[in-house]
């Protein structure tokens, strides 16, 4: 494959380079910025749309802010990679999200350029202005810290949740210098961008402008109290009516904008009216367009928000073969099903339709399918109040993001009884968006609760009796958890049909080890017990179903007819496995010298990797399995048993 031809981007190795070049060559290191960041994306997969919606402002910010000593901190992270590029890293560009490679988001491991880690949204101000603080203390003792400026860049998405709010309010009363740039690319909640409004922005950010201001305020404190209030609120009239940002104004953000994030002719000068600002905080709001330049994902729907790798020339995106649906589409449809029967269900998600599949829902049952925004907190507590009323919620939620609203589980949920269902969708590893979005402690964190129950489908037809489960429960809380990507590809039944609560069930008997598994790990599982045939152990695979409540029968059954017993989840430590430990304790289980193993995930964060390689990472795959029952039981180094822990069948 032929690169674009980049000759001023390859003279930039880092920001410094990039404030050499002279102002009118910028736009043409934006062209090629742009070309770069497609190019490598269609090689590696990932996050497209936002990073080609912000190449000019990248190039800007860093062209006029004295960046790594300025603190420049993106939101989310989805838009970082024409970041990436021009600070050092477009070496490695192509490994992004690769196992060793570049992470999908900012990673402060990574480079100095990254002052904050990301990967969940509406962080960026609160650190920010932890940093501004921690700036401004250390001024006391260095005068020269006190220039340092910090920048946040922030969605219009994700200033949809309510800590962005709360980082707005608490900076805004605490007045310390801290720069907001508002990157608009969806909401419109402002006015067309053109040439007014690109100099009234000029304008109100430039020095005359505060000046007068700041003389007015002192000429109004002089006037009788009344006259002073009036002047002041037409001021504020006035600006609110230019440019939209009375909100933030009464948050205490001084409002520059809106301003053609693309027009670097219009940016530059904003930008350098604010840097030399010693105001407090401002908040500079930037138009783009998501997608900007690349015309397949400018006409895509979702802007080529995540992308699989493609062709550049047509945009068409290579995807795996596979006759399995995914597990998403699985409970969406299933859910449809039971709605169909039953006009109390609805679902709720918190700003992703699609990543939950209830898009389709929605297409089906407009009028019960809500998107509450980047809200999870908000998404719990609104599905524990229609649950109130009678209503059956599905609050299909990510398993990293459901981390976001725990409060609102305990207090909102749980203590009260409430039957909302929690769909956990990407539990367990998710593959190149590594670790900040890894559904690795849902288990734990679930777990504790009092009444809380938890299931774990194997397969996609578990999943629909699951959702059947949810469906019929309503003495309490119900959850059921389920990866990223396809199913095992067993046929479906044509209807759900609900599941005891609490009971497992075994898929295959054997004499002497019994292999547990909660969720997906099954199959791999019962690859596990064909190897441990080929080394003479009999091997029982049993399904848990649930990792509360236990199935307490079943657990002794396992724990008194075999000499070992292997636990395994793909989860945190503290969950399924230590629940199960607890129960054996309790019952004296283990002291028959019975042999026990709780394979989890690892005490660490697993980073980007391919699926696969991230279980072997974590001995969750069938060799880890076989690895584990073989130490148990003192024969980890016999024949057969390869040193580079791949098992050797003798035959």
């Known amino acids: 494959m032929t690169r ?32 770069e960041t497609i190019d490598a ?8 749309g ?70 969940h949204s509406s962080t960026s101000i609160s650190a920010g202005l932890g940093m501004a603080v921690a700036r401004d203390l250390e001024a006391e003792k260095k005068p020269d810290a006190g220039m340092r400026n910090v920048v946040c860049v922030i969605g219009d998405g994700a200033m949809s949740a309510g800590m962005a709010y709360e980082a707005m309010n608490n900076a805004g009363a605490m007045d310390s210098r801290l720069i907001v740039i508002l990157n608009d690319n969806d909401m419109s909640i402002a006015p067309p961008v053109g040439a007014m409004s690109a100099y009234l922005a000029r304008l109100i950010s430039g020095r005359t402008y505060r000046s007068l201001r700041e003389t007015a305020k002192q000429l109004a404190q002089g006037l009788p109290k009344f006259f002073g209030q009036k002047a002041a609120r037409a001021e504020e009239f006035a600006r609110g009516f230019w440019t939209g940002g009375t909100l933030f104004e009464e948050l205490g953000f001084y409002y520059v904008g809106p301003i053609d994030g693309h027009n670097l002719d219009h940016l530059l000068p904003v930008l350098r009216n604010v840097r030399d600002a010693q105001t407090g905080p401002v908040l500079v709001h930037v138009v783009t367009r998501k997608g900007k330049g690349y015309p397949p994902a400018e006409a895509s729907a979702d802007k080529y928000h995540g ?142 609760l009092p009444g809380m129950v938890i299931m774990a489908p194997s397969d996609e037809a578990e999943l629909v009796h699951m959702i059947a489960t949810a469906v019929a429960h309503d ?3 119900i959850a059921f958890r389920y990866p990223r990507g396809e199913g095992v590809g067993v046929e479906r039944p044509a209807r759900g049909m609900p599941l005891d609560i609490g009971r497992g069930r075994v898929v295959r008997e054997g004499t002497t ?9 099954l199959a791999a599982c019962l690859d596990a017990a064909e190897q441990l045939a080929g080394f003479g152990l009999s091997t029982t695979v049993a399904d848990a179903r649930f990792a ?86 003192g024969r980890g180094e016999e024949p057969g048993f390869g040193a580079d822990g791949k098992t050797r069948l003798r035959g």
């Not at 080890?513 to 790990?521: D, I, M």
């Not at 409540?549 to 430590?573: C, K, Q, S, T, Y």
Request: proline residues 5%.
């Open 50 to 119: 936002a990073g080609l919606g912000v190449v000019e402002l990248t190039v800007a910010l860093h062209y006029v802010f004295d960046t790594p000593n300025d603190r420049l901190i993106w939101d989310v992270g989805h838009q970082c990679y024409p970041h990436k590029i021009i600070t050092g890293r477009r070496d490695r560009i192509r490994t992004l999200r690769q196992g060793g490679g570049l992470a999908g988001f900012t990673n402060r491991a990574e480079s100095e350029y990254d002052p904050f880690g990301a990967g």
């Open 4 to 35: 674009p031809s980049t000759p001023l981007l390859d003279t930039v190795h880092e920001p410094a380079d990039l404030r050499r070049l002279p102002e009118d060559r910028l736009g043409q290191l934006a062209d090629e910025l742009r070309a």
């Open 513 to 521: 080890v019994a292999l547990l598994s909660l969720g997906t790990r």
């Open 307 to 448: 992308v699989q790798r493609f062709d550049v020339a047509t945009g068409t995106q290579s995807k795996a073969a596979s006759n399995a649906p995914s597990y998403t589409r699985v409970f969406a449809e299933a859910l449809i099903d039971e709605a169909g029967r039953d006009d109390r269900i609805v679902a709720i998600n918190a700003a992703m339709p699609a990543g939950t599949g209830l898009d389709l829902f929605g297409q089906a049952f407009p009028e019960r399918t809500f998107d509450v925004g980047i809200a999870e907190q908000h998404a719990v507590t609104f599905a524990a109040g229609l649950a109130a009323e009678g209503y059956k919620p599905f609050c299909a939620i990510y398993s990293t993001f459901l981390q976001r609203a725990y409060d609102q589980v305990v207090h909102d949920v749980a203590i009260q009884r409430l039957p909302v269902r929690f769909a956990i969708d990407r539990a367990g590893l998710v593959g190149a968006d590594g670790a900040t979005h890894a559904g690795a402690y849902d288990i734990p964190m679930l777990g504790c």
């Open 548 to 633: 509360k409540p236990l199935d307490r029968d079943l657990l002794l059954r396992l724990a008194r007819e075999h000499e070992v017993l292997v636990i395994v989840e793909e989860g945190a430590a503290g969950g399924f496995g230590a629940a199960v430990l607890h129960l054996l304790a309790e019952a004296g289980a283990l002291e028959r010298g019975l042999k026990v193993r709780a394979l989890t995930l690892p005490d660490r964060f697993i980073e980007q990797n391919s699926p696969a390689a991230q279980l072997a990472e974590a001995g969750l795959d069938a060799g880890g399995i076989v690895r584990s029952v073989l130490a148990s039981l």
């Open 475 to 477: 003495e309490g809380p």
């Open 41 to 48: 994306v269609s090689v590696t997969g990932g996050h497209l």
